[in-house]
């Protein structure tokens, strides 16, 4: 039964890398194709890797990488959101609106993430204890939030903001302040997941609820846990998105729930729960961005950045499938 | 006569561990031949290589005397072979007559499908089963286990099977169904069919069968007929071997009651259980599938927590409501079904065996994974795990290895009740070793043990008492010297007694 198994005689370093390199393939393979990528493009053209460019793929898309943080936790224990796009769109419009009101900046900080905390936390109750189906539930809160949206605003864009409000806009040592956000949210994120209780019992839940249950975790707790803290990503992507331009369209960000999802199974994410990583969701959500602006570099036409993105998703879940099959 | 099917020295390894051993075994027209055996005596894989799901590493088979070779499921039944399984294969969207008819439906001139045909060829066949009452345009997914299995029946009829092969038939079933489908079952002979009949039911077989073969550990025991047999020859043929050689059973000391249950009912399925456990005490409950074991242990673990009754911990009364209240008062259980319920197989072994005590070693929410790795290196070491290490994941291991990780994480709670449901079931004979070896250092350290077994040696030979359970009732309690197989095996069916006479009718 051992034999096959039983690598010949490996030196440890080598079996760690192979150990590791078998862990954490996605991203490596996101990652190198984000570096061949790179490569390229700036072979075709040098303006690539000008500063307002690296700024527009990195600091502009940084939104999506944190957003996707939480939808990779929501994937991870074996649920989905496909409603998080109309959430952040509903969430900036808070922001916003409290902000040419003249409230404390702070307050128009923080409100959006306490409100996605309260939204997603109903969102998780339903899901754990009604036991809807997150995808229902989720495509429910979707119309629900973006007919809301519309009705509210009728449409309307927000102008005028305050510049003090502008926290996407502020930088450090000439690094917009939305990517020290993306990076220090992904790293702390991925020691929580690897480190923390709560981390380690989402990947029981996702990768076997009954046993998760069996062991004595308290599931549905640790799912509605689990949607709190997607909406507080969700409020810090409403955030960073909301200021990073001088108006807000009160509208959803077309397709950004696709976008997110995209990126946490791209980087890796099982779409049946139970494994994954925010590292690899982050390196995809720059990956798709990378993309976007390639194709303009390179003029292909910017609708191919949907074919793209589809592609990639059947790509790696191919690669997700074929993996698992060896691992079995 | 000559047989419908005939094996000689049918052989089958998976990997070392070898499953049967030179069966012959054959099946005339007409008859019933009941297949008996403990769990792993290797009835299914018989099956399945009849089947044609598996292929036989040695030796042939012969259907109507030409030596056959089945490549898959499909070839055996163009031979006119049909399995009616467990699990039963059937779409439940579609109606009866597109059950009893797919993959092989009647098709007009103008090649569409004949839907006259079909439906009056399904009312045909079900009728020749005396199953007037079933509905050929119902949608099975509304019909009951029985009635499918009638579909089931039906629709190998309908591929023209000479021999229909039924594993554990009515082990799903409740008394009125189950005598039901014997009168198809004996339809079914009447028209010359060969049936092969595997169940654990006593009275069926000795209803049913003509001829009755028992296998054990993979080998050919005995084919007799059933007028030279009884109960006790079967059990015996079965059992075989003397217990007390196989299972080291230590005797320890009996400490103080740990759990007690009094008149601890759930629902319907589980009904006035009292017991007591107590430390350093092996306690196994026998009963066949379905006689509310496996129910009383999840309620014990608070998954389906207790409707009535009352649960004492040293003597207080506690609420069970959930498996984290269970593991909050010391108990562990180690679950019948270790892929459903028991591991995390994408995760390692490390992370599987400190999955229970996670917030035992979180301080400031921070596992301790010094600690962890820590547990996991003893765990491996403790229940001789065989694994590369700590960081491998469990959906790698084997069968036998799998089941150690889950004993290990409920160890890790440091429990004082210890409940194993089929706590060896599909795993090699050297692993089953390990495990009862293990079992009985751990009553020897003062854990009360309930084990759960459907393997009777299994049961006499590891517990202190017998319990047996009927019907989601315990119906009687043995001592370790009065539990004979065949006493416990009687009580087990003793509903059979005069159920016989009333099958036989």
């Known amino acids: 039964m051992t034999s096959p198994l039983a690598t010949p005689r490996l030196t440890a370093p080598v079996r760690r890398l192979a150990t590791t390199l078998e862990a954490n393939g996605q991203e490596l393979v996101v990652f190198a194709v984000i570096v061949v990528l790179f490569a390229v493009v700036a072979m075709i053209n040098p303006r690539f890797l000008s500063d307002t460019n690296l700024t527009t793929i990195f600091s502009g898309n940084a939104y999506v990488a944190v957003a996707a943080i939480g939808m990779t936790l929501v994937i991870i224990s074996g649920n989905i959101d496909v409603s998080v796009g109309s959430l952040i769109g509903v969430l900036a419009t808070i922001s916003g609106t409290l902000a040419v009101n003249g409230y404390p900046i702070i307050i128009c900080w923080l409100a959006p993430l306490v409100v996605g905390i309260a939204i997603n936390a109903f969102v998780g109750v339903l899901v754990a204890y009604v036991r809807i189906p997150s995808i229902v539930v989720t495509l429910g809160m979707l119309s629900v939030l973006k007919g809301g949206l519309i009705s509210a605003t009728a449409g309307a864009w927000i102008n005028d903001l305050p510049p003090d409000f502008m926290l996407a806009q502020f930088r450090l040592f000439g690094i917009p302040s939305p990517i020290y956000f993306m990076v220090a949210l992904t790293i702390l994120a991925a020691l929580w997941m690897r480190h923390s209780g709560f981390g380690r019992t989402i990947y029981a839940i996702g990768g076997n609820p009954d046993a998760a249950r069996v062991a004595g975790i308290r599931i549905e707790r640790s799912i509605v846990g689990v949607f709190m803290i997607h909406g507080f990503f969700a409020g810090i992507a409403a955030v960073l998105f909301a200021t990073q331009l001088q108006v807000i369209q009160s509208t959803v960000p077309p397709n950004l729930e696709l976008t997110v999802i995209t990126a946490s199974v791209v980087g890796g994410v099982s779409i049946l729960g139970g494994t994954g990583t925010v590292i690899g969701s982050t390196l995809a959500a720059i990956l798709f961005a990378a993309i976007g602006s390639a194709l303009i570099f390179t003029n292909v036409s910017a609708y191919w950045l949907r074919a793209v993105q589809g592609l990639l998703i059947l790509a790696t879940v191919l690669a997700d499938m074929a993996r698992r099959r060896r691992l079995r | ?498 159920a016989v006479a009333e099958l036989a009718s």
């Open chain 2, 1 to 498: 006569m000559m047989p419908v099917v005939e094996v000689s020295n049918i052989s089958k390894s998976f990997g070392n561990l070898r499953v049967l051993k030179d069966i012959s075994f054959d099946v005339r027209p007409g008859e019933v031949h009941a297949l008996l055996g403990e769990n792993g005596a290797g009835k299914s894989t018989l099956i399945k290589i009849i089947s044609g799901v598996l292929q036989p590493d040695g030796g042939e088979i012969k259907v109507e005397g030409d030596v056959v070779r089945f490549a898959s499921p499909r070839d055996a039944r163009h031979t006119g072979i049909a399995t009616v399984y467990q699990e039963l294969l059937l779409f439940p969207e579609l109606t009866v007559a597109e059950n009893v008819y797919l993959g092989h439906a009647p098709r007009t001139k103008w090649r569409t499908l004949d839907w006259q045909a079909m439906r009056a060829g399904a009312r045909a066949l079900l009728d020749s089963l005396d199953s007037h009452d079933l509905d050929v345009d119902t949608k099975v997914g509304l019909l009951s286990v029985a009635n499918r299995q009638r579909v089931e029946i039906a629709k190998a009829l309908s591929q023209d099977a000479r021999l229909v092969i039924m594993d554990e038939p009515t082990a799903a079933l409740a008394d009125a169904d189950a005598k039901r489908l014997l009168s198809v079952v004996r339809r079914l002979r009447e028209r010359g069919v060969g049936i092969v009949y595997v169940s654990h039911r006593m009275p069926e077989i000795f209803a049913l069968a003509d001829r009755v073969t028992v296998l054990r550990d993979g080998a050919f025991i005995g084919t007799k007929p059933i007028g030279e047999v009884t109960e006790a020859s079967l059990v015996s043929m079965m059992v075989g071997r003397s217990i007390d050689q196989l299972f080291p059973k230590v005797a320890t000391a009996v400490g103080e009651t740990i759990l007690e249950m009094k008149n601890v009912s759930y629902r319907n399925v589980v009904n006035n259980i009292s017991l007591k456990l107590r430390a350093g005490e092996i306690v196994g409950i026998a009963g066949l599938i379905g006689s509310g074991r496996t129910e009383t242990a999840l309620t014990i673990f608070g998954i389906t927590p207790a409707t009535g009754g009352e649960i004492l911990i040293d003597g207080k009364p506690v609420t069970i409501d959930s498996p984290a209240t269970a593991r909050s008062h010391g108990i562990a259980y180690v679950p019948e079904d270790r892929g459903l319920q028991g591991l995390i197989k994408p995760q390692t072994i490390r992370e599987n065996v400190s999955l229970a005590i996670l917030d035992r070693l979180a301080k400031l929410l921070v596992v301790d994974r010094r600690r962890e790795g820590a547990l996991a290196r003893e765990s491996i070491a403790r229940f001789g795990i065989r694994a590369r290490g700590a960081e491998q994941l469990v959906r790698q291991l084997s069968g036998g290895n799998q089941q150690k990780v889950v004993l290990a994480k409920w160890i890790a709670t440091e429990p004082r009740v210890l409940i194993m449901d089929e706590p060896t079931r599909g795993i090699d004979v050297g692993a089953k070793a390990e495990i009862h070896a293990l079992m009985s250092k751990l009553a020897g350290q003062g854990l009360a043990v309930l084990m759960i077994s459907s393997e009777l040696p299994e049961v006499l030979g590891m517990s202190d008492r017998v319990l047996v359970m009927r019907g989601g009732a315990i119906v009687a309690e043995f001592d370790r010297a009065e539990a004979t197989p065949d006493a416990v095996g009687a009580a087990m069916t003793a509903a059979g007694k005069h």
